[in-house]
């Protein structure tokens, strides 16, 4: 929890109680879902509520100011019952959460910057799998930003709701390339992850090409492509044998990519192993890790959300606990990050004022952050004169305290 909390305690209240009943958005099905809230400080949250009307849930917000707020992803005969297994699973919808945390090659404290890049995941997820692939319907499909480092694609189709955990996982492995064999894919069409492979390659090759060049930006791409190879490790599909790769590894594989004969050779017959062995194996593994959506590489938490069919979920229209920024809902056409009306989070989700100031102190480095086109760069021990939504996004974050 926040330095300082008991502020945005009051801030958040203040906010909750601006929502008239008619203005908040409830999911469907309301009766059926759990309810989750965490309390501010360090009070354990409170689970297994449940509401009949849109009238309870709003007069228990107003009552219990909760820093976040969360519901079911499932729909249950009976969400007040306590223990799980007492519930009575009906179903549950099908939800994407891709979260930018731990994204290959991007710093955390670089806000714009990862949440530019994990929306551009979320959009080539929607656009590239779940329409053209699973033929997953727009009707079916809501679409929220998380309130901090991600976005949401809740699926709704009645023909889904019963998947099992089984079921789920199998849609998770297809998206991130688990089981893909890069080799096969390549004799197909160029088609689906034929085409995403062969678009991997020519990418994989820039990027080593890149770390051979010996300019400012190899480093950089070297510390991405490493991500990338830890990322895959977690993987069921990933050789075993590579747990000891090495940005030395990497190195040498950029090197020997330089090659024109052995890229030849490799672009005629792709099943030689024009590196040798082990570096051709981390080079198909760059492929993979180039071609699939980031569901998962920020920890457990995004994979799980879509397996568990008990999960629950940020509730549209609350504040994060840790950015003070709203979860809010937008038309899934509007992730496209290169339409004219794209969503931008650090505009449309920003609920306090611009024009109130507060005095901070950076408490790390590194930082940048943006919040209605104020930005604020700098390092731990420097002072800022910024707005309260920025105070409020920097200090919940733990980057700064109001001094």
């Known amino acids: 929890m926040a330095e300082g909390w008991s502020h945005f305690a009051v801030r958040f209240s203040d906010y909750y109680n ?12 309301l009766k059926n ?11 354990i949250p409170k689970r297994h509520r449940s509401f009949r009307t849109k009238s309870e849930l709003h007069d228990y917000i107003m009552k219990e ?4 707020c969360f519901h079911s992803t499932a729909y249950y005969q009976d969400a007040s019952e ?14 994407f959460d891709l979260d930018g945390d731990h994204l290959p090659g991007i710093n955390t404290t670089d806000f714009p910057s990862l949440l530019s890049t994990i929306q551009d995941q979320a959009w080539k997820l929607w656009s590239e799998f779940l329409e053209p692939e699973f033929g997953f319907k727009e009707k079916y499909v809501q679409t929220s930003f998380s309130g901090h480092r991600g976005f949401h694609i809740h699926v709704r189709d009645p023909n889904l709701l019963h998947l099992d955990s089984n079921a789920r996982r199998e849609i998770v492995n297809y998206i991130r390339g688990e089981g893909i064999d890069t080799n096969l894919s ?18 994989t090759f820039d990027k080593l090409s890149i770390i051979n060049s010996g300019t400012d930006e190899s480093e950089i791409e070297l510390n991405r492509l490493y991500d990338i190879i830890k990322i895959q490790s977690k993987k069921q599909n990933f050789n075993k044998n590579q ?20 890229v030849s050779r490799l672009m005629e017959d792709n099943t030689l192993t024009v590196f040798g062995e082990s570096l051709t194996q981390i080079f198909w593994d760059l492929v993979r890790g180039d071609s699939s959506i980031v569901l998962n590489t920020a920890g457990e938490t995004d994979e799980a959300v879509t397996v ?96």
Do not use: Y
């Open 18 to 29: 601006s929502l008239s009943e008619k203005n908040i958005w409830i999911p469907p099905r």
């Open 33 to 43: 879902r759990e309810w989750m809230f965490v309390p501010w400080g360090d009070r």
């Open 65 to 68: 100011n909760p820093n976040s």
């Open 82 to 95: 306590r223990k799980m297994s007492d519930k009575g699973w009906l179903g549950a919808d099908l939800i």
């Open 186 to 203: 390549l004799l197909g069409p160029d088609l689906s992850w034929g085409k995403r492979v062969r678009s991997g390659i020519n990418s």
């Open 243 to 262: 747990n000891s790769i090495t940005k030395t590894k990497l190195r040498e594989l950029a090197k020997l990519s330089s090659d024109d004969k052995r």
């Open 308 to 403: 568990d069919t008990k999960r629950v979920i940020r509730w549209i229209g609350s504040l994060h606990g840790k950015s003070g920024l709203k979860v809010t809902e937008f038309p899934i056409n509007r992730l496209d990050p290169n339409s004219n009306n794209h969503f931008n989070a650090l505009n449309e989700a920003v609920v306090f004022s611009s024009q109130k100031k507060k005095n901070i102190e950076l408490t790390q480095n590194n930082i940048l952050a943006e919040i209605k086109e104020n930005t604020v760069e700098g390092n731990k021990g420097d002072n800022r004169l910024v707005s309260e939504a920025m105070a409020t996004f920097l200090c919940l974050k733990g980057w700064a305290k109001i001094i």
